[in-house]
């Protein structure tokens, strides 16, 4: 009498299609879930970028900073004052509170100076604006150039 088993090899080869299946759709998961945080860095350096044109044109300049980290608490507004805590309500406030990035700790880099301003930020996947890299944002467009140097 024949037995109704499976052998070892037709498991081990059920086991490695069923790992194969796994491991692309693991793959498939980190693309899209990379791909949503671009989608959202993209989206935050829109609104910024919107926030700093109506600045301009009330106060025609930008805010100067050498260097600060848009998106975490000390730098969490942008109003009539220019980049401040939360607590400055100086009218207009032009945007109420800096979006953070993505992904945990992520912050933009905002620079500026009389040549303008630059807002880096970084994709982990091939955007609108090209492949995965650093990226600034400033008043003419978004590209690979930090225009306050």
Do not use: C
């Not at 009330?58 to 805010?63: L, M, V």
């Not at 975490?72 to 607590?87: E, K, P, Y």
């Not at 970084?122 to 650093?134: I, L, N």
């Amino acid at each position: 009498m024949k037995s109704r088993a499976f052998t070892i090899p037709e498991l081990l080869v059920a086991l490695l299609i069923v790992g194969i299946l796994g491991a692309f759709a693991i793959y498939a998961i980190n693309v899209q879930r990379a791909t949503t945080r671009d989608a959202k860095r993209v989206s935050d350096i829109s609104v910024m970028r919107a926030a700093f044109s109506q600045y301009w044109l009330q106060k025609a300049a930008y805010p100067l900073s050498d260097g600060a980290y848009l998106g975490q608490a000390a730098t969490a507004r942008l109003g009539g004052n220019g980049i401040t805590s939360l607590d400055d309500n100086t009218e207009p406030i032009f945007l109420d509170k800096f979006p953070a990035g993505p992904s945990g700790n992520e912050y933009y880099a905002y620079r500026a100076n009389d040549k303008g301003y630059s807002l880096m930020f970084k994709t982990e996947r091939s955007t609108a604006y090209g492949p995965a890299g650093t990226y600034f944002a400033h008043s003419s467009g978004v590209d690979r150039l930090d225009e306050t140097k």
